[in-house]
């Protein structure tokens, strides 16, 4: 899975607006950093 693809799952937990311009600009290690995380805490739906 790309960064980009992590980033828009992540986009995706909350229905905020302001969750999505904060992972918009966060940088790609961070994004990957979240986006384990969540896995391992099954915040991530589908997955």
């Known amino acids: 899975m790309t960064v980009e693809q992590m980033r828009a799952e992540l986009s995706k937990v909350y229905t905020g ?8 600009h966060m940088h790609d290690n961070q994004i990957i950093a979240i986006y384990r995380k969540f896995l391992e805490e099954n915040r991530l739906k589908g997955r």
């Not at 607006?17 to 918009?24: F, I, L, P, Q, T």
């Open 17 to 24: 607006e302001g969750w999505r311009k904060k992972v918009a």
